[in-house]
């Protein structure tokens, strides 16, 4: 993927009424109340600048006080963030962030309504444990659930539910944090500022102490990581 979408009604809605109409083969009243509750930003036009962001929080792991900072721009719906994570990612934990080396952060980007929801579950608990450990399920089946149904949002919406139940969240609390339609556009506009600060237009993209790099491999990675350290 390597264009960013630059339109919050865009990014959050994706056309309501076609997540509409594919909701109407049969669904029970019960089904339609949450299609409608997921798609309660739809309609959303404020601008990125007029959302107060400052309640999202950046999830780190490591070292914060480290000498090189790593931040991961990544979309859980791009094929090539999931093999990132497969791969190098377990590599630079293991040789980085474990060790105290790197402070990492992780910071969501959004192509689309079920990357959106996605991000939605992983920060459902609040917690950096949580959301990592929620980042490494989505990965690991991103072809399943992110290709459910066809690409029924409905259906894609219930395999997210799942891996969010899979986590430990609550049935009530994660259908809180899928459908606040107030967070998802907080989301949005939290990923549209960090991508014009940082010029981010593809994923997975990194940033290390302040200089962005498009992907890489781990090779090239860990060379940047030991220069910046000085080492």
Known sequence: MN?????????IGVGGYVFWSTMQSGPSTQQQAQAERLLGAANA???ASEIDTSTVVDMQLGNPDAP???????SYTCPHCASFHAGAYKQLKADYIDTGK??????????D???LWASAIARCAGTP?????????????QSEWARAGGGDPAQIADELRKIGR????????????????????????????NAAEDGINSTPSFVINGTKYNNMAYSEMSRLIDEAAGS
């Open 102 to 111: 790197v402070n990492f952060i992780y910071r969501e980007v959004y192509f």
């Open 68 to 74: 090189v900072t790593v931040i991961e721009y990544a």
């Open 113 to 115: 309504r079920f990357g």
């Open 129 to 141: 444990e949580t959301f990592f450990g929620i980042t490494d399920m989505l990965y690991a089946s």
């Open 3 to 11: 264009r960013i979408v630059a339109i919050l009604a865009v990014v």
């Open 166 to 193: 899979l986590a430990g969240l609550e049935g009530d609390m994660l259908e809180a944090c899928l459908t606040d339609a107030d967070n998802l556009r907080t989301l949005v506009a939290w990923y549209q500022q």
């Open 45 to 47: 036009q404020e601008a």
